[in-house]
């Protein structure tokens, strides 16, 4: 359904791709996460497969056919849902779903049909008369998704569903999108994990502009990870930071940690779960849980990135 041959970008006279040599291919009716840090190039390669710009090089199809930024019958099968949600806070949510429908060129008897079916399907009819300006952020997020879907596109792309959410709202938003499966090509971009951990078939992990994994979600969980150590301490009184306490254990490789807890990959697990156990008895240092537990969409993405800050 999407497939990307060397796409590269490279913004002005600069020395660092934003995008470079993204080679992916998405299966159709699937949701496919497109995973990544802030600056990562998830944003430029949105931007470039819904034609808002152009690629420095190589090329990209969808439902087979070479795309390029003026081709407009190609365009007609895109849905497009940026970070930036604007809407016309007094329309309604109906009155909103009929002008798109208009703009795609439906009658007015198939956009009345089309925008009760986007209502339904967004879990919006019996808001369907009320000012948008008075929905909460997730009824807004489903509304910009039926706007997106009222032109019946083959692929949908999103850029941060759900990044401005309360968890209420990214409940309700990631419920219409996993609905969505087998309905459309969904392409979701996205920083945050448990997302693309909840509803996505497969994704693809970048970092700096570079593709760092690309898999089915539960295959690259398996292949980077198996089995993690968690520990949390019951207080923080080091005057250290708690992955440099774990340096000298040599069975044990520091995923990630925080001011209390620090995750741990075993290098092997009877030596390691060993090792930590002997090093925290003669440290006594005083922790509050040691678990060992299968790892997450978060574990292997913090082990790929290597912990690589926002940009």
């Given at each position: 359904?999407?497939?990307?041959?060397?796409?590269?970008?490279?913004?002005?006279?600069?020395?660092?791709?934003?995008?470079?040599?993204?080679?992916?291919?998405?299966?159709?009716?699937?949701?496919?996460?497109?995973?990544?840090?802030?600056?990562?190039?998830?944003?430029?390669?949105?931007?470039?497969?819904?034609?808002?710009?152009?690629?420095?090089?190589?090329?990209?199809?969808?439902?087979?056919?070479?795309?390029?930024?003026?081709?407009?019958?190609?365009?007609?099968?895109?849905?497009?849902?940026?970070?930036?949600?604007?809407?016309?806070?007094?329309?309604?949510?109906?009155?909103?779903?009929?002008?798109?429908?208009?703009?795609?060129?439906?009658?007015?008897?198939?956009?009345?049909?089309?925008?009760?079916?986007?209502?339904?399907?967004?879990?919006?009819?019996?808001?369907?008369?009320?000012?948008?300006?008075?929905?909460?952020?997730?009824?807004?997020?489903?509304?910009?998704?039926?706007?997106?879907?009222?032109?019946?596109?083959?692929?949908?792309?999103?850029?941060?569903?759900?990044?401005?959410?309360?968890p209420i709202g990214r409940k309700e938003v990631l419920?219409?999108?996993?609905?969505?499966?087998?309905?459309?090509?969904?392409?979701?971009?996205?920083?945050?994990l448990n997302d693309v951990e909840r509803i996505c078939?497969?994704?693809?992990?970048?970092?700096?502009?570079?593709?760092?994994?690309?898999?089915?979600?539960?295959?690259?969980?398996?292949?980077?990870?198996?089995?993690?150590?968690?520990?949390?301490?019951?207080?923080?009184?080091?005057?250290?930071?708690?992955?440099?306490?774990?340096?000298?254990?040599?069975?044990?490789?520091?995923?990630?940690?925080?001011?209390?807890?620090?995750?741990?990959?075993?290098?092997?697990?009877?030596?390691?779960?060993?090792?930590?156990?002997?090093?925290?008895?003669?440290?006594?240092?005083?922790?509050?849980?040691?678990?060992?537990?299968?790892?997450?969409?978060?574990?292997?993405?913090?082990?790929?990135?290597?912990?690589?800050?926002?940009?």
């Open positions: 359904m999407i497939k990307c041959v060397n796409l590269t970008k490279i913004y002005g006279k600069s020395d660092v791709p934003a995008l470079n040599n993204l080679n992916i291919e998405v299966p159709k009716n699937s949701i496919f996460g497109f995973l990544g840090p802030n600056g990562a190039g998830k944003t430029t390669t949105v931007k470039i497969l819904t034609g808002l710009i152009r690629q420095t090089s190589g090329e990209f199809y969808i439902s087979g056919i070479q795309n390029t930024i003026n081709n407009v019958g190609l365009k007609s099968k895109i849905g497009y849902l940026g970070q930036e949600n604007k809407m016309y806070g007094g329309m309604t949510a109906q009155n909103l779903l009929m002008f798109v429908g208009e703009i795609f060129g439906l009658s007015k008897k198939e956009r009345e049909y089309r925008a009760f079916e986007m209502l339904d399907m967004s879990g919006l009819r019996k808001s369907a008369n009320k000012k948008i300006s008075q929905f909460s952020g997730g009824m807004v997020q489903r509304l910009g998704i039926a706007q997106a879907l009222m032109g019946n596109p083959e692929v949908l792309f999103l850029d941060e569903p759900t990044s401005a959410l309360d419920e219409f999108i996993h609905s969505l499966r087998e309905k459309c090509t969904v392409f979701m971009s996205t920083h945050i078939d497969s994704v693809a992990i970048l970092n700096k502009g570079e593709l760092v994994a690309y898999e089915k979600t539960d295959v690259l969980k398996n292949k980077y990870s198996d089995k993690i150590i968690e520990i949390t301490f019951a207080r923080n009184e080091q005057n250290f930071k708690i992955e440099d306490l774990f340096q000298g254990i040599k069975s044990v490789e520091v995923l990630n940690s925080d001011k209390n807890c620090v995750v741990l990959l075993p290098i092997e697990m009877k030596n390691a779960k060993t090792d930590l156990l002997n090093f925290i008895t003669s440290s006594g240092i005083d922790i509050e849980r040691f678990e060992v537990k299968s790892a997450s969409l978060e574990d292997v993405f913090v082990k790929l990135i290597g912990g690589a800050k926002d940009e």
